[in-house]
């Protein structure tokens, strides 16, 4: 039985990219794995996120329809780290589910990175949370 801790539903070992992949590969690649978001890790420290909204909203996709080849190969020189969010606030594994689900209500993200010793060990999100609450409340 699953608990109420951060690490009881938190996806371990989450899908990331180096700060210098192109904003097009980043996109293909939570395309590609069903996901909405892609930490940021150089040399194994977390430097930031990056999530699909971003890249929608900063890749101008109406370049796309006047000549697609040359806009994928312009925006093939842009690297996710100048859309990804730097300033990150993230929680560890011990964090109950209450306590991360506040954090990101009053900080208004979807998502906290899971670090034990500076290390990423996870991430968990909001729909993770959500999910989390209705099998818990379920089993009461």
Do not use: C
């Not at 699953?2 to 395309?31: C, E, F, H, R």
């Amino acid at each position: 039985m699953k608990g109420g801790l951060v690490k009881d539903w938190m996806t371990q070992n989450p899908i990331s990219v180096g700060s210098n992949v192109t904003m097009p590969d980043a996109y293909w690649k939570m395309i590609n794995n069903k996901i909405r978001r892609l930490l940021v890790i150089d040399d194994g420290i977390l430097t930031g996120i990056v999530t699909i909204d971003d890249l929608q909203q900063k890749i101008p996709w109406t370049a796309f329809a006047l000549n697609a080849v040359h806009a994928s190969d312009i925006l093939s020189k842009f690297p996710v780290r100048l859309v990804m969010t730097q300033k990150l606030i993230t929680t560890t594994p011990e964090t109950s589910l209450f306590d991360a689900a506040n954090s990101m209500i009053s900080n208004e993200i979807s998502t906290l990175p899971v670090l034990q010793d500076d290390q990423v060990v996870g991430i968990i999100t909001e729909s993770d949370i959500f999910r989390a609450f209705v099998e818990l409340a379920s089993e009461e």
